[in-house]
């Protein structure tokens, strides 16, 4: 990429990233390209779509968050190095407000921007729930996709203003859950 193409590049991040923080992911993509001091053509040049420019501001923060995963993977023991992870890819996510919609998309859509990062970031999750569970400190009834959809529900509460004093709660709730050995089934009581 040209100099000055990239110095373009590397400026609609920037305000991207701000306006999207303050806005949420769907700030208007004209307000980026005025705020860049760029024509709306530029911003399109190198972000095609609100996903491809999601998927730029996201990829920093997921390939940082599947690195600590492999250094929690050998600092933590299982149960908190997978908490502090989750904890980290909900304030993520919560940069980001609005996002976790297009991040729950991506998973499933091969043809996303989204998709390589998410799938990436979700693998590096899951090694860390499978760790926790094979030393029996996370339950055993849960799988990645389930992680991912935990994940969704604390972001969303997050993105809602009336819900998001109770988001740090609700995620100590929802780890505990996690950790915890899962209730034993209780025999289904024949109705009369």
């Known amino acids: 990429m040209r100099a000055d193409a990239q110095k373009n ?7 991207a990233r701000g306006l999207v923080k ?16 760029v024509g709306l053509g530029t911003l399109y040049r190198h972000f095609p779509t609100r996903e491809a420019l999601l998927e730029a501001l996201l990829r920093q923060g997921f390939d940082e968050l599947a690195a600590k ?5 050998t600092a933590s023991t299982p149960g908190e190095a997978l908490v502090a992870w989750l904890r980290d890819l909900v304030a ?3 940069d980001y407000r609005g996002a976790i919609a297009s991040m729950v998309a991506a998973i499933e859509d ?8 998410c799938v990436t970031m979700k693998a590096a999750g899951t090694r860390l729930l499978v760790r926790a569970q094979a ?32 988001a740090d ?14 209730a034993p089934k209780r025999p289904s009581r024949a109705r009369r």
């Open 9 to 15: 590049y590397d400026h609609l991040l920037t305000v």
């Open 22 to 37: 303050e806005q949420g992911a769907d700030a208007s993509l004209r307000d980026v390209a005025r705020s860049a001091g």
């Open 69 to 73: 995963a492999g250094d929690l993977a």
């Open 92 to 94: 993520c996510a919560n």
């Open 110 to 117: 091969e043809g996303s921007a989204l998709h390589t990062s």
């Open 135 to 166: 030393e029996g400190e996370a339950r055993s009834d849960l799988d990645g996709a389930d992680l991912f959809a935990l994940v969704g529900a604390l972001a969303w509460v997050g993105d809602q203003p009336a819900l998001a004093p109770r």
């Open 169 to 182: 709660h609700l995620f100590d709730i929802i780890a505990s859950a996690i950790l915890a050995a899962p």
